[in-house]
């Protein structure tokens, strides 16, 4: 199963009269509510870990992967769990593990998910995010940052569908690099950058949760790097040693030693001066 956080918009959300349908006790361990969540087709209310338990319990008896769970009290096919409901957005705990089986979730889609629980920061240096700042380089434009962006979401929601999401971040990133008003151009770097970070961070928020400020971490990788997707890919698995079917350069022996003694130079993809505009 999965967990993915969603943003209350035209998703349909229990009403009132159906939060309170169950009464005040969960119908499966028959005390008081902990962690309400309610299934997604009939809406009926249980403890989280209760109807979880139920659902596990259910799929114990099938030879196959269940892809729904029937309701305890209505018998109605419900596809999903519906939990940590705060007004504005919500928690989907799927029945299916479509992430393990789904043909759009590759090993990159699963190295880029892995990138969010390593230390932040480590690849600053590398990618040289400030000089990225002072130089001025975003008001460059870059042609791969929309294939990045669709494989960073699908990666961190596990849905394929993320276009609207892509299209909303977008133009976000390009009202905020490309505004060349004369206040915005005497910004300091650093001010500027920490605006285009909160800015970055409030949009991003109702997607990816918790990992907002992560997500603008790895974003700012991304675009200092100046590389395409495959060759960002390369540097990044190569810089922590991770070896990436289909995506880490693969090195053979009599290249390896070499490199040991002469580590490569990498150069960017995109070539960006590294000339000072204010000069």
């Known amino acids: 199963m999965r967990d993915v956080e ?43 870990k209760c109807i979880l338990q139920w659902s596990k319990v259910v799929a114990g008896k099938h030879s196959g992967v ?42 990159a889609h699963k190295y880029r998910l892995k990138c969010y629980y390593i230390e932040s920061g480590i690849l600053n240096e590398k990618f040289n995010v400030s000089r990225f700042w002072k130089l001025k ?8 940052l929309q294939c990045w962006l669709t494989r960073e979401i699908q990666a961190l929601i596990q849905e394929e569908d993320v276009d609207i999401i892509v299209h909303h971040i977008l133009g976000v990133i390009d009202s905020s690099l490309r ?33 907002a400020e992560r997500f603008v971490d790895e974003l700012e990788l991304f675009l200092a790097s100046g590389f395409n997707v495959k060759g960002y890919d390369e540097v990044y698995t190569e810089q922590l040693g991770w070896k990436v079917p289909g995506i880490s350069r693969i090195v053979r022996e009599e290249e390896q030693e070499s ?20 000069v």
Request: aromatic fraction near 10%; charge should be negative; hydrophobic fraction near 25%.
């Open 66 to 107: 269940q892809s729904s769970v029937k309701c305890p009290l209505c018998k109605t096919d419900n596809a999903s769990v519906i939990h940590g409901f705060d007004g504005a957005s919500f928690h989907r705990h799927y029945i299916s593990p479509r992430n393990e089986c789904s043909s759009f979730f590759t090993n």
């Open 137 to 144: 380089r975003y008001c460059q434009p870059n042609q791969w």
């Open 6 to 48: 969603e943003k209350n918009g035209d998703e349909k959300i229990p009403s009132p009269s159906s939060r309170e349908s169950n009464g005040g006790h969960c119908p499966i361990c028959l005390g008081s509510f902990i962690q309400e969540s309610y299934l997604d087709t009939c809406f009926h209310k249980f403890c989280f």
């Open 179 to 211: 505004r060349d008003d004369f206040l915005n151009q005497k910004k300091p770097p650093v001010v500027k950058q920490q605006e285009f970070r909160d800015l970055m961070s409030e949009a991003v928020r109702p997607f990816v949760a918790a990992r």
């Open 259 to 278: 490199d040991d003694e002469h580590p490569p130079t990498v150069l960017p993809l995109l070539y960006i001066s590294d000339e000072d505009p204010d």
